[in-house]
């Protein structure tokens, strides 16, 4: 009697349910079609799970849906859902952070105290760190006199994502702001600087002034001691050639130890402003445009939320007087 080989007999490669309905000359014949097809049949296998995990990883929870209704016409200097990537005000620098809060981030508010500077930080709602878990260091920030804006809920790339996913991206991460300070910001930037039609066209529908850079320190990739010098070396070529608003990360700890310093210093030596924020006055019509969605909001709700608006109000107040 024929033997099949050791590995076949294993039940590695052929299920032995199908081995007493197979003579073995046809078996032995079909050998290379049954591997391919087993080989096959694993690798889909392979790429069935991968895609469920891709969707699994996209399926992001987010706080509950703010109502956003039409935008309402405003007499606004600066322009809404266009790119600014430049101070116009001479002699000034706007120093700006992306992804925080994060372990880091107080930090960067001690450096900045200890130079009188202020900043605008472009925040997450959940990045590396969460905003509920950084709610003091979100309000000493405000409470210091650095500026706030969106940088979306959860850092996605904003081209990727439907108009509907976009407002919830920005409106979720509005809740949280309106939960920790009583109001929200109206200016954002855009994860990895992308941007498309629909992602401008939805952050002008929501009252949003888009922000670029025109100095990008591309800190999050020389995150080491021995390599910082690159940002560094960035930061100066970038103003040299002009540039005003710069771009770095209060999420990544060699930004915060070495290069926050140094960006400082050479603004200081070069006899420019670092206390310029990207909003160098309170917008009126932004503040009309805020309150005209809280009010939708307030209505739309039944009363429930009428603290938040109350407490938007205050907040406006507090930035006014």
């Not at 081995?19 to 000359?25: E, I, K």
């Not at 994860?191 to 401008?200: E, G, K, M, N, T």
Request: proline share 7%; glycine share 6%.
């Amino acid at each position: 009697m024929q033997m099949l080989p050791p590995f076949y007999q294993s039940g590695n490669c052929v299920s032995p349910i199908l081995l007493p309905l197979v003579p073995l000359h046809v078996f032995f014949a079909l050998q290379p079609l049954i591997i391919i097809i087993l080989t096959m049949h694993s690798l889909l296998l392979i790429l069935l799970a991968t895609l469920s995990l891709a969707q699994s990883s996209t399926n992001i929870t987010l706080p509950p849906f703010v109502p956003v209704p039409p935008k309402q016409p405003t007499n606004t200097s600066l322009p809404y859902g266009s790119v600014l990537n430049h101070c116009y005000i001479p002699g000034t620098v706007a120093l700006t952070f992306d992804d925080g809060p994060y372990i880091y981030t107080s930090r960067v508010l001690d450096v900045l105290a200890h130079h009188g500077a202020r900043a605008t930080f472009f925040i997450n709602g959940r990045n590396r760190g969460h905003i509920d878990q950084f709610p003091e260091l979100v309000k000493r920030a405000h409470e210091e006199g650095h500026q706030l804006g969106s940088h979306t809920w959860a850092h996605p790339s904003l081209p990727n994502l439907s108009k509907s996913q976009i407002r919830r991206q920005m409106t979720a991460l509005e809740s949280a702001f309106l939960r920790i300070l009583g109001f929200y910001p109206t200016y954002m930037r855009a994860p990895f600087l992308a941007h498309s039609d629909d992602v401008l066209d939805v952050m002008d529908e929501l009252g949003y002034h888009v922000i670029g850079a025109s100095v990008d320190t591309k800190d999050y990739v020389f995150d080491d001691p021995d390599t910082n010098w690159r940002s560094f070396e960035r930061f100066i070529d970038g103003l040299d050639a002009g540039g005003t608003v710069v771009l770095a990360h209060d999420s990544h700890r060699n930004t915060v130890e070495i290069l926050v310093e140094d960006m400082l210093e050479e603004i200081e030596s070069r006899g420019l402003s670092g206390k310029y924020l990207l909003i160098v006055r309170v917008d009126y019509a932004d503040a009309c445009m805020q309150l005209s969605r809280l009010v939708s909001v307030l209505v739309t709700t039944g009363g429930t939320g009428l603290s938040r608006p109350a407490r938007e109000l205050l907040g406006f107040l507090d930035v006014l007087f």
